[in-house]
């Protein structure tokens, strides 16, 4: 169901599920594994999720293995929470491709992500109230970050669905790209992040989420020369301005 192959610094990772992408537990744990394994692997810098076909990048969580079941509907949840939080969190820089519908958890999956270009067709929303559930894959905790609460109400609250366009104006998206561009657009901008120091990249992705995790200001802000400081621990800090003062490009070995 989760699939993926290394392009240089980039992993291609592709939710396959027909007809419609949907999620298992089971792709679930395979996501979080995968995430696990990509940040160990130093030469993976940048990654970007995408799903099979042209139809749908996923239509969220499978409902038919919920079935009012309790007890697997926790597991379940759990499998939502484990994954997405891993790719929220992951080292590496990832971005969504959403070449489709995004529906439930398949946009709290895109949430998660570090960045997010959508196809012209692409339809984003966050039904699960209209099935008596709520959005329990971060969604209610991500979505008001990137469009603010006005906005994630309107869409939970009032199950309202957005298209590429309106996703781009209201920051849920990054970028709108042609029908069947998103997967190399995501793959240009992230050979675009393979240009940069990885770890620098890393620390600086760390800083940024400071502000989602409501550290405060003063901590937040020490943090950060603490981090520029430790990037002198590291090869790539010397090589990367070597580089530039001879005109070069770096190469970044992020060990």
């Known amino acids: ?118 196809e012209a067709h692409a339809q984003m929303a966050l039904p699960e109230p209209a099935v008596g559930l709520l959005p329990a894959g971060c969604g209610t905790q991500n979505l008001p970050g990137l469009v603010g609460e006005g906005w994630a109400k309107r869409m939970i609250l009032t199950n309202e669905r957005v298209d590429a366009a309106t996703a781009l104006r209201i920051g849920l998206v990054e970028e709108v790209v042609e029908k069947g561009k998103g997967k190399d657009a995501a793959m240009a901008l992230a050979a675009r992040v393979g240009t940069l120091s990885p770890r620098a990249v890393e620390y600086c992705k760390g800083l940024i989420h400071n502000a989602r995790n409501a550290v405060p200001r003063g901590a937040g802000l020490a943090l950060e020369r603490e981090r520029f400081m430790d990037l002198f621990d590291h090869g790539d800090q010397l090589e990367g301005v070597n580089a530039f003062l001879e005109k070069r490009p770096a190469a970044w070995k992020n060990d």
């Open 1 to 118: 169901m989760i699939t993926h192959r290394i392009e240089g610094h980039t992993a291609l990772v592709t939710i396959d599920n027909p007809p419609a992408n949907t999620w298992t537990p089971e792709g679930l744990r395979a996501l979080e594994a995968l995430v696990g394994e990509l940040s160990a692997d130093r030469s993976v810098y940048a990654a970007v999720i995408t799903g099979a076909g042209e139809k749908f990048f996923s239509a969220g969580a499978d409902l038919k293995r919920f079935a009012g079941d309790k007890v697997y509907a926790r597991h379940f949840i759990a499998c939502f929470g484990r994954a997405f939080e891993a790719l929220m969190n992951a080292r590496f820089v990832t971005i969504a491709a959403i070449n489709g519908y995004a529906m439930g958890g398949g946009l709290e999956c895109c949430l998660a992500c570090d960045l997010r270009i959508a």
